[in-house]
């Protein structure tokens, strides 16, 4: 797309810098706009009660990251832009101790789920606008992220959670698809849909779980397209939990307006380095190298030779 005859070079997102063989990748097609959904993912408080909303922090183990986000629901936030998009660092104060969950939004459309500590979890997805209505999902995860145990104290699963087989990457684990078409929008479409309410079961609504819904991943997309391909924002009453979804409109708007009125490239385009930050820019590298990977599998700007192929590294 676009005037280059070229593509720009993938973004040095790290699980992108990683060899093909310790990548785990999940596609899901997703029936609403790509910025809803996108919202959906940086909107850091609907894990208390999308997915967690049944569930008492008592009746998790000691250690479990999640009791934080049930002890306390109603996380602080703060804001701010960055070279790359915007990045939200949320927090709460529970028995004294304050528990963060940074977050960053990075242009066109990624995002870095807060799933657990840096340096153990390694994971972006792209939110890939099909057209304004239908949107690809892409879930690039390191092979080595360390498990997430979501066992309650009884030692089951809390309900809605690993309901179906698993199938590979933590995203994937509750998910079953549809036979793929050679419609349009024919790929990688969820077998819970909204043709049969996701599954939805209603006793285990009323007793078990706020959605009743199996799945996390399925939840996401539930919430997020049952509001309609694109929801209707008159009826928004934004506050303060909206602080990174706000920001992160103001940061694209902007960044659309210099393009069109000054044709000033948007972030990222032209420097795939732009991902990595301070610190984490030699971490990256150090990462990456040793798990036999390096940033030259990405991009021409940062010393691949042979041109600018940089889908080559990215699988
Ligand atoms: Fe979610």
């Not at 977050?103 to 799933?115: G, L, N, Q, V």
């Not at 030692?155 to 199938?167: I, V």
């Not at 008159?234 to 706000?246: R, S």
Request: charged share 25%; glycine share 10%.
């Amino acid at each position: 797309m676009g005037p280059r005859a070229e593509p720009p070079a993938l973004p040095a997102l790290e699980p992108a810098l990683l060899p093909a063989d310790q990548t785990l990748l999940f596609f899901s097609e997703r029936d609403c706009n790509w910025l809803q959904a996108l919202e959906g993912e940086i909107d850091t408080s609907h894990i208390s009660f999308l997915h967690w909303g049944s569930v008492r922090a008592e009746d998790l183990p000691e250690g479990n990251i999640a009791r934080y986000a049930l002890a306390n629901r109603r996380p602080e936030l703060k804001v701010t832009t960055t070279g790359f998009g915007t990045m939200y660092g949320a927090w709460r104060e529970v028995d004294g101790k304050i528990y963060w969950r940074f977050s960053p939004f990075a242009f066109p459309f990624w995002t870095m789920p807060p799933e657990g500590h840096f340096i153990q979890h390694l994971l972006v997805r792209a939110w890939v606008p099909l057209d304004d209505y239908h949107t690809m999902m892409i879930n690039l995860a390191w092979k080595g992220n360390a498990p997430r145990s979501r066992k309650l104290k009884n030692g089951e699963l809390p309900a809605g959670f690993g309901d179906r087989p698993e199938n590979g990457s933590s995203a994937a684990r509750t998910v079953e698809f549809l036979p793929n078409t050679s419609d349009w929008f024919g790929r990688w479409r969820l077998r819970q849909n909204a043709s049969n309410d996701y599954e939805i079961d209603r006793e285990v609504q009323r007793t078990a779980s706020f959605t009743g819904i199996p799945g996390i991943h399925a939840q996401d997309q539930a919430i997020t397209e049952s509001m309609g391909p694109i929801v209707d924002h008159e009826f928004e009453h934004l506050g303060h939990g909206d602080l990174m979804i706000i920001q992160t409109r103001r940061r694209l708007v902007q960044a659309a307006l210099a393009l069109q009125n000054e044709g000033t490239i948007p972030p990222g385009v032209d420097d795939p380095e732009l991902y990595l930050q301070g610190p984490r820019r030699r971490l990256c590298h150090r990462r990456a190298a040793r798990r036999g990977g390096a940033l030259h599998h990405l991009s021409p700007h940062v010393g691949r030779p042979g041109g600018n192929r940089a889908h080559a590294g990215f699988r």
